[in-house]
């Protein structure tokens, strides 16, 4: 090694002792006579010390020709320094150096190696191996192998066993667009990139392996949202012989241990929430329960009275506003224009404010009489200082404009520390989902999830598709789906009759899935299991809203890579290896 | 779950407990009164029992309907067994049945699902799914698991900290063929699958990682020989501040560990051979010392007796087959028919035999006499009873030859003891190959490798390319390259001298390797690292010659996943998406 100790580790104990220490300079104090340099490693900074006069003329000339993340190799005795910093594990001591080498230069950097950097988001990707040099950064992705470490704990420790599934495997048309990956050797055909390991750890299964996990990359080649990446990394998993109730306990059980392992935290019991009181209650099924804030909804009270907004309504819902009573008409009108953006599209916002006094004040005053306004505050358990924010319009657009009225309320109250941290499972999904555009019902979860055995009656009756519920679940920690699965079709039969429902002939069917139902016939266990984003697990656990930074590599929204510059043209001769030749894009 | 016990766990103390299984039936014996059935799931094997008249009507008759392979699941009381098997856990009772449901039926495997099964390798990959429910396959697999776990166990135990680089990244000209995954989102442009994740390892210790590794799939778009696949994976490793000593300590602990924690075994310390040494005493980089029979040079006693055939010949050079002197003329035959095969390319084999009564007889007696042979016997540490086997011919080519045939004799001999380990490093490696068809110099390792600090200097003299050594290293145990690293180049010009030397104009070292060269100029440390083949590794460590069996899916020789179809042709809509156009196979 070309160093006896880390940055972090000297202190008083070590007094007098001859060491080498190899790092990046960080900073510089040319006092004159004396020299100071800090050198930093991932382990911690030590302060470096030389004087005119006492120390050897070439360590003087050398110090004064360091820079900012210069590579050095340092030897020399520790000492107790005059003035002590406390902060520092090394702060009581400094290293007296004898000798010292310049291992590597370095120019500036483009922008400060401090956990508060002037570099915007575009220079640190372009020189991500800087970035990644940070504090911050590197913090969250000693986070994430720790989390992944736990994981593989847990799971091992539950008799799950590790198997890698292919990455070069075939395209399917159900669920989002592969990437694709011409084959060479087979002319005119194609691999695709997994977007989930789906059907081979239901192979699996069929195999009898029992319990199967892999921390494993996906692919999807969608069009990238701030916080998607085209490449993401799942904890896929899956158990054979199980009930839903055996899934939610184990996967529980992992996410319960991982809190305690990583962050210390004790977290009570999961509650379990249907999905049809999750839209009802908070208009998603991810809610944010950090905080209460729950739907109210009003129909029976507000219609009839003249106001044609709320009579000709659907839905008319609202949220109680613990102690907002007091806002001002231009908080009120903030309110107003947040629910009206685009993004939201709500047409108006009623409020109501319960006043200290006891009486009411509210935007719609002209339909509505104390008498009434009282019944709503009675009805949403509002209270003296509180304030009622209430939209209407069609069931389902309604509850998601108020979904995110009441996530900014949340905001604005304070109501969603990043250090609290509230876990619920959503169960009882629909299984099927009907999409206007395409005039057909599409798996809501994917088309191996199993109906609930009660509904399957329903799948021959296409009026009563939109009511069968799934045995499908998922994971939600403060808002964000963090994982999400299900119990598995087993039998070819049912597998046959949900690719039918959603549209596939037989001979799609079969070209498509025929080698899993065909594994389906030879004593397909029942099974079950779960898929965690684990790049948006570990941002979770370290408290941002990004995934990106917990990513050593992330691309940008255009997929491109800035620093390696990826994707890039290839030669003719590799094109023609491949059969394929490009189209003229500007044709 | 479906089940209280596993079929393994139930003995004479769970005597009268009421249990539940849930399992794959094995065999069925229907003995007319009495019917047995053994379920079978991945812990072991149960006995089921019924009886007519005793056992409830519709338990029998769902007994009779059973076939091997149905998924049942069973309730019954643990009884004593009549007859007990003392090879089975469970071999002391067997399971009085009271309910039996069959979950799934089976229709007849296309294979025996044993341990010694009647498919064929093609059959067994058509239904992969049924070959891993083999107890032999599944075995590999869970072994590993076992072995992936105890690496990063380890790794992490040494300050390691598994690191996620991406998957979709840029191609390179250098080294094998790549994968390329057209980009939608950038027409016109590709990523590339990685080879190996090296750049961004070297990138993570500027980052000042300090210490990196990962368990991840790499890909190589070769033609396949019988044993590599498409995708592969490795455990990959960097360190910063790092000799080659720390590196070769560092991972003879993995690998050590390895043995000790999945084998029980403590291996002896690794001995360490130079390059040189190896190509000369066993005729490869990879020599398997599992046995000795070294190679003994016999230039300077063979030559000048008019047998032209070694006179001619730059090397003569021979190995001792011990106690081998009694073979028949037909075993000797077999040997000469060995070493030319068209494969080996020998043009001949000298034998002597060391006669038990001190004479000689050999296949050149008309050119030496009893005196030479001894004399060569001599050099060759030959003793009464053994075979010498000599090859001459041009250097490279004859110690390749000789090699098979050191092999080959290994073998013969059954000195090739696949539960017998020996581990060594070779070391010293030339940093450049002269590559007779190209006429120029490719990197042995990789271009990232360093020359020995003394040889730098031959690098401004090309004469001299060939003589540089690297401070690369590779661990070979039994004769196979399980793994290979090399300390790194970590500064700019070093770097662009090698790239040089490698071909490379300064604008296609630039556009290839721009970000890394300019990542050494901002504070580089000097770091090293090994990549091994965990495919490989596992395979060694289940003594199996074949990778195959230790991947849960692999590809077959033409890169084809003959269970799930793929590749496969993809629609119009998706090769227009992606602006490429496939070129007419039969033009």
């Known amino acids: 090694m070309l160093r006896t100790h880390h940055c972090n580790e000297l202190n008083l104990q070590h007094l007098n002792q001859k060491v080498t220490l190899a790092a990046w300079v960080k900073t510089l104090r040319d006092k004159g006579k004396i020299i100071f340099v800090d050198i930093r490693d991932k382990f911690g900074i030590t302060q470096l010390r030389a004087e005119e006069g006492k120390s050897p003329p070439e360590v003087i000339e050398t110090m004064r020709k360091l820079g900012r993340e210069f590579v050095v190799q340092v030897t020399g005795t520790v000492i107790e320094r005059a003035s002590k910093n406390p902060d520092l594990p090394t702060g009581e001591i400094e290293i007296e150096v004898e000798h010292i080498q310049i291992l590597n230069p370095s120019k500036v950097p483009p922008f400060l190696i401090e956990d508060e950097t002037d570099g915007g988001e575009d220079l640190r990707m372009r020189y991500r191996y800087l970035d990644l040099r940070r504090n911050t950064i590197r913090k969250n992705l000693e986070l994430r192998h720790r989390i992944a470490q736990a994981t593989r704990h847990y799971l091992d420790s539950q008799g799950f066993i590790e198997v890698e599934t292919p990455m070069l495997i075939k395209s399917t048309p159900e669920g989002a667009r592969d990437f694709l990956v011409p084959s060479r050797m087979n002319l005119g055909e194609f691999y695709a990139l997994p977007q989930s390991p789906q059907t081979f750890k239901q192979l699996l299964m069929v195999s009898g392996f029992d319990r199967y996990f892999q921390i494993v990359k996906c692919f999807r080649d969608e069009d990238l949202r701030a916080d998607r990446q085209p490449e993401f990394t799942q904890i896929d998993c899956e158990m054979s012989f199980v009930t839903q109730e055996d899934v939610l306990q184990m996967f529980e059980g992992l996410i319960r241990y991982l809190f305690q392992q990583i962050k210390g935290l004790e977290l009570p019991a999961f509650p379990r929430m249907r999905y049809d009181d999750a839209m009802r209650l908070y208009g998603s099924d991810k809610p944010d329960t950090r905080f209460g804030m729950p739907f109210v909804e009003l129909n029976e009270l507000v219609k009839g009275k003249g106001f ?15 102690g907002c009573a007091e806002y001002t008409r231009k908080q009120l009108d903030e309110l107003t224009e947040f629910v009206k953006r685009p993004q939201i599209g709500a047409k108006g916002l009623v409020y109501v404010k319960c006043n200290a006094d006891g009486t009411f004040k509210s935007s719609v005053d002209k339909f509505y009489t104390e008498t009434d306004l009282q019944q709503w505050a009675t009805k949403m358990q509002a209270e003296k200082g509180d304030l009622l924010l209430i939209l209407s319009g069609e069931t389902n657009k309604v509850r998601k404009q108020l979904c995110e009225l009441r996530l900014e309320m949340g905001n604005r109250l304070g109501l969603r520390d990043k250090n609290q941290y509230s876990c619920l499972w959503i169960i009882d999904f629909p299984l099927l989902e009907y999409n206007e555009e395409d005039k057909r019902f599409y798996a809501m979860h994917h088309p ?48 046959e009759k949900m690719l039918s429902i959603l549209g596939f002939s037989p001979e799609e069917a079969k070209a498509q899935f025929g080698f899993l139902m065909e594994a389906f016939e030879f004593g397909a266990p ?30 940008n929204n255009a997929g491109r890579d800035v620093m390696i510059n990826s994707p890039a043209p290839i030669s003719q001769a590799q094109l023609d290896e491949l059969g394929i030749r490009l189209v003229n894009k500007k044709a």
């Open 448 to 495: 191996f999830t199993s109906p609930k055995p009660e509904d399957l009656p329903l799948l021959d009756n296409e009026s009563e598709y939109a009511n069968i519920k799934a045995n499908a679940y998922d994971m939600v920690i403060n808002g964000v789906e963090v994982g999400g699965g299900s119990i598995r079709i087993y039998q070819r039969p049912l597998q």
């Open 526 to 555: 029942p099974h079950g299991g779960i898929a965690f984003g684990f790049d948006r697990l570990c941002s979770l656990f370290g408290g941002a809203d990004t995934i990106r930074d917990f990513i050593a590599f992330p691309k």
């Open 308 to 322: 044609q907004v709320f009579d000709s309504a659907e839905l008319v819902v609202g949220i109680c506003a613990k």
